[in-house]
């Protein structure tokens, strides 16, 4: 039986929010503790936010140390997992230039994802190459590492998929080389992605509707307070809707049955709150202040081991030095590998110099 090794991260164009937290790294923590993975590296994909970022290099390199505070304050050990800085691995680079061969231009452009990040980039007329290509780059990333798990949300299946047809395409031409990763989605339906504080379809930094890991607890209120719920829900005695309003989607992702106790002790369990609330009589007020002491109930361990962190900025720095060195020696074995299987290995052995000779041999 080989190693069971994942491989994930996240692009530095921004500090992490609480749809993060929820969809990844509240995850990336319990695989970190349960024991069953050998080997687990998170990435700072800093090379891949160039794609859509070449000409704000200061925004990616700023948030570089943003996204290693969100993942130690998370909960993520750097005793136990190697978080690593991508572009500090110039392997993938080689890699994602071997893999280019084995995809066409018209896979890329069916590939649902990039589909869709073309279009909500407003890319359509003039896609840069880096960023058309990603998929290709992922699988380098993926395969670097031998990783057998990649945790993702659902809209990232169409770029595993992608990296398992390189794979196989790789091992069928060049011999058995490369391992064929599988896809690890979120348990429940909480943990995928959560809508913005507005109820829309996605937390964006741009659209101003995400509540960040490292909010202070009156930015939480405020932001809590001010959440989208049933717009038909005018009234207190009013019956209103569960499904689709951010508010009890927030409440599904974050509540457990013992936050009543503490702190809503007229009920026990979710689902008797959201009895009340659809048969009326249950205002929107009361509910948002009960999520809110939930987030915060969530969050202030984390802002406080954040708030640690960021009084040893050294250390968080060369705990990505020194993870970005593992990364490194790890990629490059199967850089050599890969090589190796594509004949392009020259100076590795005196095969060259061997088979020269016997064609010249008078």
Do not use: W
Not at 169 to 198: C, H, Q, W
Request: charged share 30%.
């Amino acid at each position: 039986m080989g190693k069971k090794i994942i491989l994930t991260g996240d692009r530095p164009t921004g500090r992490l929010h609480i749809g993060h937290y929820v969809g990844s790294l509240r995850r990336r923590v319990e695989l970190q503790d349960s024991g069953k993975f050998d080997e687990i590296y998170i990435m700072i994909a800093d090379a891949q936010a160039l794609t859509d970022n070449a000409e704000h290099p200061d925004k990616v390199r700023k948030n570089i140390i943003e996204v290693a505070l969100d993942y130690l304050s998370a909960g993520l050990d750097p005793n136990k997992v190697t978080l690593f800085i991508q572009s500090q691995v110039p392997e993938l680079t080689e890699l994602s230039f071997y893999y280019m061969n084995l995809v066409t231009v018209s896979r890329l452009q069916r590939n649902p994802t990039v589909k869709s990040e073309i279009q909500m980039r407003n890319f359509e007329t003039s896609i840069p190459v880096g960023f058309f290509t990603y998929p290709i780059s992922q699988a380098a990333d993926i395969t670097a590492f031998d990783a057998t798990t990649v945790p993702v949300g659902e809209d990232q299946e169409p770029m595993i998929e992608q990296t398992r047809e390189i794979v196989r395409k790789f091992n069928s031409v060049y011999g058995d080389t490369l391992v064929e990763p599988e896809i690890l989605l979120p348990e429940t339906k909480a943990a995928m992605r959560l809508p913005g504080t507005d109820g829309k379809a996605k937390m964006s930094k741009s659209l101003g509707n995400c509540i960040y890991l490292s909010d202070d607890e009156e930015t939480i209120r405020t932001k809590v307070m001010s959440m989208f719920t049933d717009p038909n829900h005018l009234r207190v005695q009013d019956p209103g809707e569960v499904e689709g309003n951010t508010v009890f989607t927030y409440l599904d992702a974050f509540c457990k049955d013992e936050y009543f106790a503490e702190f809503l002790p007229d009920y026990s369990n979710l689902d008797e709150l959201k009895a009340h609330y659809k048969r009326g009589g249950l205002g929107d007020v009361k509910v948002k202040k009960f999520l809110n002491k939930v987030i915060l109930e969530q969050l202030t361990p984390i802002r406080a081991r954040r708030s640690d962190y960021e009084q040893r900025i050294p250390e968080v720095v060369d705990i990505l030095h020194q993870g970005s060195i593992v990364a490194e020696k790890k990629a490059a074995g199967t850089l050599d590998r890969v090589k190796a299987a594509m004949m392009i290995n020259y100076f590795d052995t005196d095969d060259i110099v061997a088979e020269a000779m016997e064609k010249y041999a008078k």
